[in-house]
Structures are given as C-alpha cells and as structure tokens.
C-alpha cells in the first residue's frame, strides 16, 4: 500500500513537471531589449585571395590542362610551356659531354702510363705533374657542362605550370600556341574559403565591428528562412566612401564569385520589445496579442506589428511597436 502511495506521487510530481515544461513553452515573458537597427546593404560572393598561376620560363604554349570553371588542387598542372631554344641547348651540352668524355678517358690513360715511368725513373716528375692537371682539368669540365645540363633540364621542368592553391579557375586569358614571356599569368585561381565582402558607407563604420552577426535571406542561396554569418574582418581602409568587410556564411557555395547578396548588418541599437510571432494573431486586420492577467484570466490586447527581425535564438523573432510593456505574460492563442 506504502508502495502504490510513493508511486502516486511520483506520478503526480513528474506530471507536474510536465506541465511546467509544457506551461514555459506556452508562454513568454516580454522584456525590453538592445535590438540592433539593422541596414540592408549588397555583399558579393569573393574569393579571400585570388591567385595567378604564372609562368617561370618564356616560350610557347603548347599545353593547357583547365578551363574557366574548373576546381584544381594545390600543385595540379594547368598548362605546359616550351622554349625549343632549351632543347637546341641541351643537345649540343650532350655533344660536348661526349668529347670531354673521351678527353677524359685519355687523360686518365696518360695519368697512369706517367705514374708508371715515373716509378720506373724513365720521366722526369714535371711530365707527371702535367698529365695529372691535364687529368684534373678535364673532369673539371666535365662537371661543369654535366652541371649546365642540369640547369636547362630544369628550365625545361619549370615550363610546367602549377596551381599554387587548391580552389577555382576564375579566368584563362591565354590559348594554346600563344607566346608568353616569365612570369605572365596563364590563369587566375579564386581560393576556395569563399566569403561575403560587404560595403556599408562610411557612416556606419564605427558599428561594424568583428565579431558582429549578420542576417541573410535564405532564398538568396536557394534556402527557406534566415541565415546567419558572423563578421570575420573589417578593413582598415576606406574605398569610395564605403568600408570594406569580410563575412564568414555557412553553405555560401564555391562556384559563382561577384553573387550579389542582399544582407542585413547592425547600423546600431535602440531599445525595443522582441516577441516570437506564434504568440501573435491576425483577425480581420488587427494583430493581437494574448496576455495572462492572472492564473486564469487572458485578455487579447491589439499591437502595432513591426518589421520582423530574425536571430539565431530566435528565429521567428517579431518587433513590437506598441502594445505591449516590458513584464508583461504572453501565451499562446
């Protein structure tokens, strides 16, 4: 019987827990709040860095491996640069590699038939002095033209073009068989970090600040409701009576650079009263708000409906002009 009394109340404690929960859920408590004054301005969809890929030898094209579009990784091959000069080069090194060869093998004979009539007293030791320099100079030289070699091979490997960051082929100025000099870019690559840089005019500047949210519709990237992003970094420098600022937006898309985006930013802050729109109705024109005016008395009371300011812990958020005060008991029609 003891048992059945302590599951009772158990019982009766964990449904009223329920419908506390429940209760809190069902209402809220109108405050007043610092709401930022937001401004719409334009951002464009940009790349943080755009990086040429540029040649580090003259010549012709005669490869290229992209198109505009394109992703590429770090160090993937774009294009293919060659100087015939460079093969002309390394023909006629091959050719003098061959004659110091053979100077060198006869040198290395003359070395060793002079140290051998030296020992045996037949040469003076000037004659082994002079075939030992003959010897020296020759592998000398050898090296030295083995060594140009390797420069041009080198040339040669460098009229390969790599992309220097992982991201998008924005742009592929040249084509094939066209004459380029060192250094000339061959493409433009777009990194693939893309952001949303935002030019406010300068008025607003001291409100922008890192750190600060920004709001999206997410129509505008092919999503319902409200995106967030977050401020990465303002520029200190002012271009055309605007201030320059990257912002960090999640799903922004790694394809289309220059997307113009309409976005919210803070251009400062004033009191005012926030409620969720599901505690406010509509009948016939007039917006209303249902208010608890004890524990079992509601009144509906009209409001004035502001512009709706969405936020991420809040995202049916809804300004109230007038209406409603600070404290007062919201709860669900």
Known sequence: MRVALVGLVLLGLLGHQALAKESLKDSFVVRAEQAADEKAVFATVESVRTVPARTRIGGTLVELTVKEGD???????????????????????????????????????????????VARGTIPKTRLDEARTAFNVASNTLKARKAERSVLEQQVAEGHVFAPTPGRVLTVPVTVGTVILPGEPVATIAEGNFVLRLRVPERHARFLKAGDTVRIDGEELGESGAKFGTIRLVYPQIQDGRVVADADVKALGDYFVGERIRVWVSAGERDSIIVPSAFITTRFGVDYARLRKDAKTTIDVPVQRGREVPRPDMPDALEILSGLKAGDTLVRP
């Open 71 to 117: 992703a590429v990784k770090e160090g993937q091959v774009v294009a293919n640069v060659s100087d015939e000069k460079l093969a002309l080069q390394i023909n006629s090194l091959d050719a003098q590699i061959l004659a110091l060869e053979a100077q060198l093998a006869q040198a290395k004979i003359d070395l060793d038939r002079a140290e051998e009539l």
